[in-house]
């Protein structure tokens, strides 16, 4: 049998869970008669470029499984997206280290280095299996049924909202919440699922499958504070106006853009304070309050979905499988079975790589500006054990006696 | 023995769990026999003013748990604060109902409303025993070792940093988070329980006990980024100049400001974007990110220290305690005993209402940008059990073959 060599990389944005999938490659691999090595890249596909490895088989297996409780990417990551010259590069070094088995765990920027990979491998005759695992806090791959480290920043989401909802009834007025998703508005609409009671926020969810008008806004929000006294609103960053301009790129002049073109919509305040002034001149409604949840719905240690742990472990060692068990490349994908159970599926790289797959229709309400039950019967297992729990008091009223009723 | 007619009202910011006070107080003045009636105040000080009560010896003893179990005020909450007028109205609402024994739970704010009308009631003659419950997640009351509140935000602010810390070692950079805390810096500092290895975030940790000066600042960020190839900083919303100027209100025109004529700090991203935009022009850093923690460092469900929710419990109970043994009004107080436990006691209104607690000298560094391990001492017993911890990857480096040390 021939001996193998592992090398296993994390790219894109980190989540709650990646490390489960590392850990989950790592072990998997170690088990393996062949392998004789398991390498891991410091930074993603850069840490190949620099020839900058880390032997994870001199690693304990306990430390592995406290890494894997740990948040963000383990090894480090990386925004690059490799060219033909990039991976010719890389090649060299996989070569000069006799690596047989290549690993990528990310989303579908990563999973298109992947595939790139992949097919300069095939050019340069060069055996290398090349296995893409998936991750997005987004939900954005295509052919998924979800996607590890969603679960985990939908759950921070939805409890982010179900809290705001009751800061926001304490303390009356509009409260608004930017969330995370380019395209995608899966993570947006898990603020749907913080809410318990009929009048309960968000009472208004804007997603970037629909077209943003502001005027349209401001007529939703007026009604919404007319009938609660209050309004919770749930919006995407990635918003838009009809000609696909995002929202906050027709208020910034100078946006800052990464090396795959998108423009950088994270990390700024500037949507929510927009929206709120807007709000608060037009509407003159007093107390506006705008939060962006940034960094932290992907990053916040001490909330992560027992589910999305555990399938995040699954396709790290399903891509070990299919890479010792299997004939091809591929992307290691999630199909729901039952409800609820999954099983995993080796795609082609090519029906994964570098697509974008954004909210179904019959996720999104009629209006708009809510899910739809299909969405919440979807999403609610995914968040896992040990949700929070929201209670009010009960009414019992105490008769008025200087204010009696109609006086 | 005289019949009892209980008040409970809740004030200001709600927290993770000013509902186990007001349950505290429920379940012990229904325990005592001389009580008939438990009212609580919908909206604070503004629902006595409109006789709007709920009969909470109606509530079930097991509902009451749950509520106790929710963060935010289960009463509904206000920004009032009562002058002389305002508490002759209250009297005659109180008055009315019989109300005998008055219980606010609340800051430095809500416990000047108390005394206020302890003095009111006095000078009217009204037999009305007055007593303050402790809560503001800025742990800014005096003769406190603590407040209920600070603890569980100062738990999500210490994980929120934990979490930013491992993101941006994942995709380094400059991550600033803005924290709450107008002139206490306590739950900024808290920021620092969030570091674990020497080389961790938070590096920076400015507090409102300091002065702020942009080029010192600039300065520290250079250095640090320079060190360790990254920077990750706390900063207080309070942070001000050397004459008390927030530095907030140098960026933004017209400031809103509340019925106490505090400016509005909270619910917009204009100082971390303010200051991310000065660390990218002057310090010519690209990948820069910034994120106000805004209400969900108050309101998040889900993040809260148990050792909180059992001395919130206690201060509600401790307050008919203190009611119905004692023989005068007053503010219940925290004491620390031991390492780790507490104490309560009744200390008169004066002694708190109005004043505000900042970090002791001690608490804080000579750099002015870090705390001192008193404070780590001090702050850790009460974040409570089960906090997230996190893990590395040990270094076992692979030796470089095509690029060899030095080469």
Request: net charge neutral; glycine share 10%; with cysteine.
């Amino acid at each position: 049998m021939k001996p193998a060599k592992i090398l296993v990389a994390q790219g894109g944005g980190p989540t709650a869970v990646i490390n489960q999938s590392l850990v989950g490659v790592v072990l998997e691999a170690r088990r393996q008669a062949r392998v004789e090595a398991v390498y891991g890249a410091w930074h993603g596909m850069r840490g190949i470029l620099n020839e900058d490895f880390v032997d994870l088989g001199q690693e304990t297996s306990h430390n592995l499984e406290l890494v894997a409780g740990t948040p963000s990417s383990a090894l480090g990551s990386t925004r690059d997206k490799p060219d033909a010259a990039y991976c010719r590069q890389i090649f060299q070094v996989l070569q000069a280290h006799g690596i047989s088995h290549f690993f990528n765990i990310g989303g579908n920027d990563s999973s298109d280095s992947v595939r790139i990979v992949s097919e300069e491998a095939v050019a340069a005759n060069y055996p290398l299996r090349c296995i893409h695992i998936p991750k997005t806090i987004d939900n954005d791959l295509v052919e998924n049924d979800h996607t590890p480290g969603f679960p985990s920043a939908a759950r921070f989401v939805a409890q982010a909202f179900a809290g705001a909802n009751l800061d926001n009834a304490a303390l009356p007025g509009v409260y608004l919440g930017v969330v995370m998703g380019r395209h995608a508005g899966f993570l947006t609409a898990a603020a749907a699922l913080g809410k318990k009671f009929p009048d309960d926020g968000p009472h208004l969810i804007y997603l970037p499958e629909r077209v943003f008008e502001l005027e349209r806004f401001l007529a939703d929000v007026k009604l919404m504070y007319e009938r609660h006294g209050r309004c919770v609103i749930a919006v995407s960053e990635g918003i838009h106006d009809a000609a696909g301009e995002p929202i906050l790129a027709q208020l910034a002049p100078q946006l800052e853009r990464d090396a795959h073109g998108n423009v950088q919509l994270s990390g700024t305040g500037a949507l929510a304070d927009l929206l709120c002034e807007q709000i608060k001149s037009r509407l003159k409604i007093k107390r506006v309050r705008g939060d962006t949840f940034g960094y932290l719905q992907r990053s916040f240690i001490g909330c992560v979905s027992d589910v999305d742990q555990r399938e995040a472990r699954e396709v790290g060692e399903k891509a070990v499988q299919f890479a010792f068990h299997g004939h091809r490349d591929g992307s290691v994908a999630i199909k729901r079975v039952g409800n609820y159970s999954v099983d995993y599926e080796l795609l082609p790289l090519a029906a994964v790589a570098g697509k974008t797959r954004v909210m179904e229709d019959a996720f999104i309400a009629a209006s708009g500006t809510d899910v739809t039950d299909a969405f919440r019967l979807y999403l609610r297992p995914l968040l896992g054990s040990g949700m929070p729990d929201a209670f009010r008091l009960r009414p019992n009223p105490v008769a008025k006696i200087l204010h009696p009723a109609g006086v």
